[in-house]
Nanobody, 124 residues
Framework: VQLQASGGGLVQAGGSLRLSCAAS????????MGWFRQAPGKEREFVAA????????YYADSVKGRFTISRDNAKNTVYLQMNSLKPEDTAVYYC??????????????????WGQGTLVTVQR
């Protein structure tokens, strides 16, 4: 299983970016997918997640109302639309696929497959 994340870059505070993560090499039904991030000197933290159907979404409090997660199962791709970006959003963003259908969406150990990460830098 491979996950290829893209869409990161440099943006001014208040700007927007859209991250994409394409999965290949396996069957992902009916697994949830998520995004995590890791800022320099900090631990990896949960950002957002989405169920297989897309009917359930989960967000960290710090990004609620600004970020939107979505998925296109026909393309095995998950997206993260990030609006009103803040300097504190600067981090490497990782996409991941859950290892099981059930379980917690918020915890990194629940995810079995991880992408390589894409860097998001938000300037003041």
């Amino acid at each position: 299983v491979q996950l290829q994340a893209s869409g990161g870059g440099l943006v001014q505070a208040g700007g927007s970016l859209r991250l994409s993560c394409a999965a290949s090499g396996g069957t992902f039904s009916p697994l949830g997918m998520g995004w995590f991030r890791q800022a320099p000197g900090k631990e990896r933290e949960f950002v957002a997640a989405i169920s297989w159907s897309g009917g359930n979404t989960y967000y960290a409090d710090s990004v609620k109302g600004r970020f939107t997660i979505s998925r296109d199962n026909a393309k095995n791709t998950v997206y993260l639309q990030m609006n009103s970006l803040k300097p504190e959003d600067t981090a490497v963003y990782y996409c991941a696929i859950k290892g099981t259908y059930s379980g917690d969406y918020y915890q990194a150990p629940e995810y079995a497959y991880w992408g390589q990460g894409t860097l998001v830098t938000v300037q003041r």
